[in-house]
């Protein structure tokens, strides 16, 4: 069984790029959610997936979008990268929405640096 | 809104002592309660959770109980390891929410031989 992968693994843009982060979820796992974690914070919540359509999106500017393909896969974008977007970028995937019935299961992440 | 609040850090033990991170929690309704641990360069991992009122997590010598009255999760373990260094993060999730994630800052524990 595979896990939670994440590419790339790391990254740098400079202010004003888009960027595109991939997060593969684990197999049979429906249910994606992205997460920022800036350095010396807990992550925070960015936006879930369930079955293809947004399921909650936590305090983010539109600039931060996101996709679910029809393989549960999930893609993270940013629009004019600002300097405080420099974090950590974790995908967690899990079932049912992420019911706390079911485990989430977070990937290495993606270190992405803004200059 | 929810919230949550961890001990800061960094804690420092000697091996095979006694381990207690305080975390509380603000939250409407019953959430679920979660400890994750996140190793140097690795993505997070959860070390135990408790879905109700007085229902005690555990695993790998860790646990923590659900204590609603005091809004409690406090995580303890009683002998560390030097394995056991890494970042200790509590977490809160409910339905009201969506059943996101709400993470404390992290608590850093560095365990000496």
């Known amino acids: 069984e595979t896990g939670v992968t994440q590419s790339p693994t790391h990254l740098i843009k400079t202010r004003g790029q888009q960027v595109t982060l991939r997060c593969s979820s684990q197999?049979?796992?429906?249910?994606v959610s992205w997460y920022q974690q800036a350095l010396g914070q807990g992550p925070q919540f960015i936006f879930q997936y369930y079955r293809e359509e947004e399921n909650g999106r936590g305090n983010f500017p539109p600039r931060f979008s996101g996709l679910q393909f029809p393989n549960y896969s999930s893609e993270l974008n940013v629009n004019a990268l600002e300097l405080d977007d420099s974090a950590l970028y974790l995908c967690?995937?899990?079932?049912?929405?992420?019911?706390?019935?079911?485990?989430?299961?977070f990937g290495p992440g993606t270190r992405l640096t803004v200059t | 809104g929810n919230s949550v609040t961890q001990m800061e850090g960094p804690v420092t033990l000697s091996e095979e002592a006694f381990l207690t991170i305080n975390c509380t929690y603000t939250a409407t309704g019953y959430p679920s309660l979660f400890w994750y641990v996140q190793y140097p360069g690795e993505g997070l991992q959860l070390l135990l959770k408790a879905t109700k009122a007085d229902d005690k997590g555990s695993n790998k010598g860790f646990e923590a109980t659900y204590r609603k009255e005091t809004t409690s999760f406090h995580l303890e373990k009683g002998s560390v390891q030097v394995s056991d260094s890494a970042v200790y993060f509590c977490?809160?999730?409910?339905?009201?929410?969506?059943?996101?994630?709400?993470f404390g800052s992290g608590t850093r524990l560095l365990v000496r031989p």
């Open positions: 977490a809160l999730s409910d339905l009201v929410s969506s059943y996101k994630l709400i």
């Open positions: 197999s049979g796992h429906n249910t």
């Open positions: 967690a995937s899990s079932l049912a929405g992420g019911h706390p019935t079911y485990e989430q299961y």
